[in-house]
């Protein structure tokens, strides 16, 4: 046995301690390294290219709570406006069941007197002729004490497009200025879109009677008036100018854009509308074949059947499909038509 084992190192005491020490320093390592590996790691955040912002200080702002008096005021508000959409929805009704009576041709002279006050019916049409106040930054002017008032009737009104009542007023040989009041009452509901809330006083050209043909015979000016909405008279001073035979205009009881109800102006989406309809028209006929304009004789008729209704489908699908294109860039376009009462 020591011959075979003579030849091998010894491993002795000082060998097996410090192999001992080495595995104590390996553990306490280990467990110094533990609280590292678990904490999280902090990255630094990366700086804002658009720095920081700059923000006002807060302040505080004063409410005032609501009280009884500005409860009682808003109350007071919407009570008048529900009131006067009981008149107006009151004299719609009124105006639904009268029936329409337009004035007549006539003529009635109106001369001012003791009273200040002269009234006629001329072509049953109620006019008053009293004296215009003077102005703010005026005296008072010559009062034209004697107005002849002509109605004519709706053949001459027509000719002129005017949908309403067409007058002429003459004044004195030496001119003045008196104030008209017309009674519009009797043809107040002859439209519908607040037809009689639309009325105003328009001034026509003098050639209007001898020319209506004629597109600057037809042109229009509004003078100052006031339509009573209520008593159903429109009022208008009139200023004449001094003629050997007394001045005369002519004058037209139209209706406008605007009321007390809001306002019937035609928008421009609806000229688009209108132009995309022509468009569609346009692109359908332009699309027909002019063979589907034209009869076919009867002696050809029966020997190209087979062909005709073959084109004829083509021709068709043709058709739908341009003017289904045209429909749908219209109505792109056109989501919305307004309407538009025009009287």
């Known amino acids: 046995m020591n011959q075979f084992g003579s030849g091998l190192p010894r491993i002795g005491g000082t060998a097996r301690r410090r192999r001992s020490w080495e595995r104590r320093f390996a553990v306490l390592a280990g467990f110094a390294l533990v609280p590292g590996l678990l904490s999280p790691v902090a990255f630094a955040d990366a700086p804002d290219p658009l720095g920081k912002p700059k923000l006002k200080a807060p ?5 005032s709570p609501l ?6 005021k808003n109350a007071r508000v919407v009570q ?7 008149a107006a929805a009151k004299q719609a009704r009124a105006d639904q069941s009268r029936s329409v009576i337009w004035p007549r041709q006539g003529q009635g002279t109106l001369t001012l007197g003791a009273e200040k006050t002269a009234k006629a019916n001329p072509g049953a049409l109620p006019v008053t002729l009293t004296e215009a106040a003077p102005g703010k930054d005026r005296k008072k002017e010559r009062v034209a004490r004697t107005v002849t008032v002509k109605v004519l009737d709706q053949e001459a009104a027509g000719k002129l497009g005017v949908k309403g009542v067409l007058l002429t007023a003459t004044g004195p040989t030496g001119g003045g200025t008196a104030r008209l009041t017309i009674d519009y009452s009797a043809f107040a509901s002859a439209y519908g879109g607040d037809w009689a809330g639309r009325l105003q006083v328009v001034k026509l050209p003098d050639c209007a009677l001898k020319d209506p043909a004629q597109s600057h015979c037809r042109s229009r000016e509004t ?6 909405r209520v008593g159903q008279t429109l009022e208008t001073t009139l200023d004449f100018a001094t003629a050997p035979a007394g001045e005369s205009v002519v004058l037209a009881l139209a209706a406008g854009t605007k009321s007390g109800a809001g306002d019937y102006k035609a928008t421009p989406s609806a000229a688009r509308c209108r132009r995309a309809d022509r468009r569609v028209l346009r692109s359908t006929l332009v699309a027909m074949p002019k063979s589907q304009a034209r009869r076919p ?6 020997t190209s059947a087979s062909g005709s209704s073959s084109r004829s489908r083509h021709a068709s699908r043709k058709v739908s499909e341009t003017t289904s294109s045209a429909v749908l860039r219209s109505s792109v376009s056109c989501t919305a038509w307004p ?5």
């Open 339 to 343: 309407y538009t009462a025009w009287a």
């Open 67 to 72: 009280t009884k008096k500005a409860n009682d």
């Open 59 to 63: 302040r505080s702002s004063t409410v």
């Open 297 to 302: 004789s009867p002696a050809s008729s029966e």
């Open 80 to 86: 008048a406006s529900e009131a006067a959409d009981r």
């Open 223 to 228: 003078v100052s008036f006031t339509n009573d």
